[in-house]
């Protein structure tokens, strides 16, 4: 049995050569849960969140990395995050009938953005790349050149049963620890690239780390960490909600409540449900002129 709702590191110890792998079982099926997505869609965001804990687990940060992808195509919007302790959550946003597959047929000439932001949002870093190539995998290893200038390969897989991926980096230059000359170190990343595209979709979910990297890489000294547990974890709270409304503004707040008789806001991550009565809607707008809109 495959590795569950864990990532894993490892190194190659004789290049400076790092690698991740990511498996999300129960996480992902409590993160789908009340979600009846397509299977192209869901697929894609199973990627997508898989990406986030591959990319969270490559920086040292305390905060929130999102992947958002959006496009002219039928999937508009798709969002995933990861915490710096592997909590993830994500959506997606389709209209019209979903008759594709793949990032580039569900998005169109879209783009993707990784954000990089502070538990309290006092720093905030994003880079931008466009939607290219079939696979989710081709655009981010893209945005890892351009970005980050890293040379990175990822390999990703989702199903309604579970979502997997694995990561392979060449460190730069300033972070290496090995007497391998350039050239020998270059061979070796050409190398395991190659040997990681052998890697089949099954086996990424089905095999567990030590199988997987017995399989690839059986020719190689590695170094294998222990497992970081990865869950699934919403932030929405009832205070984030309030500040929601407050933003809103409290005339079209009062308007909702007058003609509903309380307002409820539901979570678009875990579908968690938010009421707020007269007396709550009062508080929120406490010391707020009617009418007026919220400042910050």
Known sequence: MHDRDCLRRFLFERYPIRGQLVHLDAAWRALIEHHAYPDPVRDLLGEAVAATALLAGTIKFEGLLSLQVQGPGPLHLLLAQCTDTLGVRGLARHRDEIDAAGVAGLVGAGQLSVTLESEDRSRRYQGVVPVEGGRLADTLQRYFENSEQLSTRLWLHADARGASGMLLQKLPAEARRTSAADEEIEDAWRRVQLIGETLTAEELATLADTEILRRLFHEDDLRLFEAAPVYFR????????????????????RAVLAERGSVEVRCDFCDRAYQFDAIDVGEIFQGTASGGRSLH
């Open 234 to 253: 919403c932030r929405c709270s009832r205070e984030r909600v309030s500040g929601m409304l407050h933003a809103l503004g409290e005339e079209e707040t």
